[in-house]
C-alpha cells in the first residue's frame, strides 16, 4: 500500500522546515522557534529570537528581526543596497500576518523606503486596507513619519550599471556576479 499525496507533501515539508531550522533557526526560551529561508536572514531570526525570548509580542518580533536584513546593505534582495528595477530604483514588496486573527498587511512597488515590513505594520493596525501599492504605499509611508532615502549602494549600483551595458537580449536581471 502506497503514500497518499498528502502524507507525502506533509513529509517534504516537515522535513524541509527540519533542514531549515537546522541551518538558519534559532529557538527562544520561550519555545518559540523562528526560522529564516536564506543565510543572510540568520540576523533577523536571532533578534526576533531574542525578542521573543524577551516576552515581546510575535508581531513585533517579526517585524524588527525582518529590519535587520532589510537594514543590511549587504543584501540585495531587500532594503538598502536591494536590486533596482531596470530604472534604477530600488522597489520593495512586504507582508506580516497577525496570527491572532490572521489579518494581513502589505506594501509592494515601494520606493526609498528602507523598511517596508514596517510599513506594511502600520498598514495591518491603523488602516481597513490590507494592500497599498507605489505612490499610495508611498504616500502612506510619508504620512505615517517614515523617511525617504536613496537605497542605492555603490555596490548595487556597480551592478545595475553592469546589466544596463549588456545587450537586452542578454541582459535578465541584475546580479553581482
Excluded: C, Y
Amino acid at each position: 500500500m502506497g503514500i497518499d499525496r498528502r502524507e507525502f507533501l506533509a513529509g517534504v515539508v516537515g522535513a524541509g522546515a527540519l533542514a531549515a531550522r537546522a541551518r538558519t533557526a534559532a529557538a527562544s526560551d520561550a519555545g518559540w522557534v523562528t526560522l529564516a529561508t536564506w543565510p543572510h536572514g540568520l540576523a533577523g531570526v536571532k533578534r526576533a529570537a531574542e525578542l521573543l525570548a524577551a516576552g515581546k509580542p510575535a508581531l513585533e518580533a517579526v517585524e524588527k528581526g525582518t529590519n535587520v536584513v532589510e537594514d543590511d546593505p549587504q543584501v540585495e534582495s531587500v532594503g538598502r543596497g536591494g536590486l533596482p528595477n531596470r530604472d534604477g530604483e530600488v522597489e520593495l514588496d512586504a507582508s506580516i500576518m497577525r496570527g491572532s486573527d490572521l489579518m494581513v498587511g502589505a506594501v509592494a512597488g515601494l520606493k526609498r523606503i528602507r523598511n517596508p515590513v514596517s510599513v506594511a505594520r502600520r498598514v495591518l493596525e491603523e488602516t481597513n486596507h490590507v494592500l497599498l501599492v507605489g505612490e499610495g504605499a508611498l504616500a502612506f509611508a510619508r504620512g505615517k513619519g517614515f523617511v525617504e532615502e536613496d537605497l542605492l549602494t555603490d555596490r548595487s549600483r556597480a551592478a545595475w550599471e553592469k546589466w544596463k551595458a549588456r545587450p537586452a537580449e542578454g541582459r535578465g536581471t541584475p546580479t553581482r556576479s
